[in-house]
């Protein structure tokens, strides 16, 4: 057996640069190239791995700089996507703080079911320095590290306590890297002893590898009922998830729809799913859906998801599906996600394969003409009702939907626009014409702030024939903005659209809805007499000059009556530059989006002195009522 005597690191580094992911005709490097941020944990392990590569191999494992650890991983999940999971990065962080920082990342990945790699440095596996530096001690458990947090946050961890086992902990980690059903965060915790100590590595280990994607079909006499069941049903309706994008399917899912006639309602992860005109789509689906699509699911007699994993928005708290009667029939690569909602015909297959063998099966069938008729008409009601929030008012302050409307004017087709938290995730879910499967990247698994740069940064580096643009309000942008210099260093162009509404807009709101009046959600400063932040002056912070101040190309949109009108002529001159820009406007947080009749459970304090509190507790009672266990009916009838 040829072998090669290297360093733990070399040796991961190497296998990484030789891993490959197969999916049809792609053939993509599933590690395109590693994050790093080195401190005394990694620095002279993987550190000098990725260095003496960099002499040796330059093509073979490209390093990037971050800023901080989380907006690292964050960079890696928006990337993932891009290439609907195919390829993603390599994180490595130092010790201590540095993998802790990564915490968020790993959450961020699992939850949304995308790739990254997570390499945290971790103590000495010998002991004979303990304590090092920043290592935390336990007295009741030796073993634990810092590392052990990613456990319920990792699809995959392990730690390589001996050289030998970076062999099993390195494929281990691939497999599930590349497996559609198990992905999210992997993470291989690195001793710092260990990263730097020799080993026998045999070529087998370092030659290229091939991961093939699996893409399984659904059994053929399920599909014959889920067939049977759809003719039957009076008024079926599909909700569009993430693994419609993820599995490639929103050609088949435009087939399936014009062949069949039904509806489709989508999640946050599914837009994109066909584009906004289509005359099957009515939009999003949920608490932050359109009146279109929740109007259809609140009738339907057959939901049919693909690729949903129905959070409590796309369920609207279990209250959109309000049919006595009504079956699920889930479609999903995720037998966890198939069995959801006490689905009466579980399909565990690919979104793709799936849509295509049933439209084998249904060929024939069409709605009835008065149900087409229903969603055409309610399509159009919502599309009319977005044309009217579009509409410059000429307000000096202007709404988020006019702001909205502004970016999508300016926009091209192929543009992303990227989000993650507060009020303007709910806007766009609703009010964002998607032109194009990829166009609308929000991650709202765990809508995560300070995730909206840096996975911009990610969409730009995977796709630079589309433009990333990146709509933040002032909140999420305070969270974590340090990856601007990381994109001003590399010269990637990307927008940024910085919202400025003195506060958190999206609690704001929530906090009047469950009687709290706003408290905590303000931008102001300290009332000594008062003891809150309630009364104070609004903060003189201003966020253009601290973009300006890392080296990205600044635009000011001044607050006046043509302030929609500069922002779409901002926008236009951002994408016509050949750098990064950061736009920045002033809005009023009190102008909403239209309603859209979706609702979210967040409990009302059940008792207080306080009226508003007392109010809407007894609103909150009252939407209850209509909350379902959504265990859908059975198909017992089917031999009938």
């Known amino acids: 057996m040829t072998t090669r005597r290297m360093t733990v690191s070399q040796a ?30 990694n620095v002279a392990g993987v550190g000098q791995a990725l260095k003496q590569f960099s002499v ?54 699992t939850t949304n079911r995308l790739p990254v790699l997570l390499l945290p440095s971790d103590t000495f596996a010998t002991r004979v320095s303990d304590p090092v530096l920043q290592q935390l001690e336990l007295p009741h458990d030796a073993s634990m590290s810092v590392n052990d947090a990613f456990k319920p946050l990792s699809r995959f961890f392990d730690r390589v306590h001996r050289p030998e086992q970076l062999f099993s902990a390195a494929l281990g980690a691939m497999r599930v890297l590349t497996d559609p059903v198990e992905t999210g965060a992997v993470t291989i915790a690195l001793p710092e002893d260990v990263q730097a100590e020799v080993i026998d590595v045999p070529a087998e280990f370092l030659a290229d590898r091939e991961w093939h994607i699996r893409r399984p079909r659904p059994d053929a006499g399920l599909m014959a009922e889920v067939a049977r069941q759809i003719a039957k049903a009076k008024k079926p309706f599909i909700v569009a998830g993430g693994g419609v994008i993820y599995s490639d399917a929103a050609e088949a899912l435009r087939l399936f729809v014009e062949a069949t006639g039904i509806p489709v309602g989508m999640s946050q992860a599914g837009v994109g799913s066909l584009n906004w005109d289509h005359p099957q789509n009515m939009g999003a689906v949920g608490a932050t859906g359109t009146t279109a699509a929740n109007r259809l699911a609140a009738e339907a007699d057959v939901i049919i998801g693909i690729g949903t994993r129905y959070s409590d928005f796309t369920a609207a708290s279990r209250t959109a599906f309000q049919n006595p009667d009504v079956k699920f029939i889930n479609i999903n690569i995720a037998s966890f996600d198939a069995f959801k909602h006490g689905s009466a015909l579980p399909v565990v297959a690919d979104a793709r394969e799936s849509i295509v063998e049933l439209s084998s099966a249904l060929a024939g069938f069409r709605i009835d003409s008065a149900y ?135 609690i704001g709101h929530l906090s009047e809805d469950v009687g709290s009046q706003r408290y905590g959600t303000l931008y102001r400063t300290h009332d000594k007499e008062g003891n809150n932040f309630e009364q ?42 050949n750098v990064a820009t950061l736009i920045h406007i ?50 017992s009838e089917r031999n009938n």
């Open 536 to 577: 104070g002056e609004i903060l003189p912070i201003d966020l253009a000059t601290n973009a300006e101040s890392y080296g990205m190309n600044v635009i000011r949109v001044e607050p006046s009556e043509n302030a929609i009108a500069d922002l779409s002529a901002a926008v236009k001159a951002a994408k016509a530059s």
């Open 372 to 506: 087409a008729s229903e969603a055409a008409r309610q399509k159009e009601i919502w599309d009319f009702e977005v044309d009217k929030a579009f509409v410059d008012r000429g307000l000096v302050l202007p709404s988020q939907t006019e702001i909205i409307g502004a970016v999508q004017e300016a926009s091209d087709p192929r543009d992303v626009v990227v989000c993650a938290a507060g009020s303007l995730p709910g806007d766009l879910h609703k009010l964002w014409r998607v032109r194009d499967d990829l166009g609308y990247h929000v991650e709202y698994a765990f809508s995560c702030m300070g995730y909206e740069i840096a996975g911009g940064i990610g969409v730009a580096r995977a796709d630079k024939t589309r433009d990333a643009i990146v709509m933040v309000g002032d909140g999420s942008y305070l969270m974590m903005n340090s990856e601007i210099v990381s994109a001003v260093a590399e010269g990637i162009k990307f927008i940024i659209v910085l919202i400025q509404n003195h506060g958190y807009a999206s």
């Open 586 to 635: 002033n809005s009023d947080p009190l102008l909403y989006a239209p309603d859209g009749e979706g609702w979210w459970d967040v409990p009302v304090a059940a008792t207080s002195t306080l009226a508003s509190t007392q109010k809407a507790r007894a609103e909150y009672e009252e939407v209850q009522k209509t909350q379902k266990a959504h265990l859908g009916r059975g198909v």
């Open 56 to 109: 040796d191999q330059p093509e073979l494992m490209p390093y990037y700089q971050a800023r901080n650890e989380q907006g690292m991983v964050h960079e890696s999940i928006a990337y993932s996507r891009m290439t609907r999971r195919r390829s993603t990065f390599a994180c490595a962080a130092s010790v201590g703080p540095g993998a802790t920082n990564m915490l968020t990342g790993a959450a961020v990945a």
């Open 12 to 41: 991961l580094v190497e296998f990484l640069g030789h891993q490959y992911t197969v999916d049809g005709d792609y053939r993509e490097r599933t590690i395109v190239g590693t994050f790093g941020i080195f401190g005394h944990g």
